[in-house]
């Protein structure tokens, strides 16, 4: 049983990572294919997903099959060799999610401490 099954906010922190987390895999394949001939980069999208999840059934329902994980080919110009991998872009795009999921572990660091403060108050 994981601590993040406790409540609606923290299904979608823990989904948030979930995402997160594949959206790095993603962008390190990217920049570890980027001499590949041929090879297409990919892009994660999860935030939709787990919008119209939350939308349709409010975040107490969201569990690991609420939420579509996926990665779709990148609309970026293919080079000469075939490859379409932006190493600039890619590189931002590991930053970036660097910084999201710092937050994201923060908050859900803040809950619990938040629940060890609760449980010491009695």
């Known amino acids: 049983m994981s601590i993040f099954a406790a409540d609606g906010v923290s299904n979608v922190l823990h989904s948030s990572l979930n995402g997160i987390s594949f959206r790095q895999s993603v ?36 569990d690991s099959r609420s939420v579509a994980y996926t990665a779709s080919p990148t609309q970026t110009p293919v080079g000469v060799n075939g490859n379409n991998v932006d190493l600039r872009k890619e590189t931002m795009a590991a930053m970036q999610s660097v910084f999201q999921y710092q937050i994201v572990t923060r908050a859900v660091s803040d809950r619990l401490d938040l629940a060890r403060t609760a449980a010491g108050a009695f």
């Open 27 to 62: 962008i390190a394949d990217n920049i570890a294919n980027v001499d590949t001939p041929d090879f297409r980069a990919s892009t994660v999208d999860f935030e939709s997903s787990l919008r119209s999840a939350i939308d349709g059934g409010g975040a107490e329902s969201l």
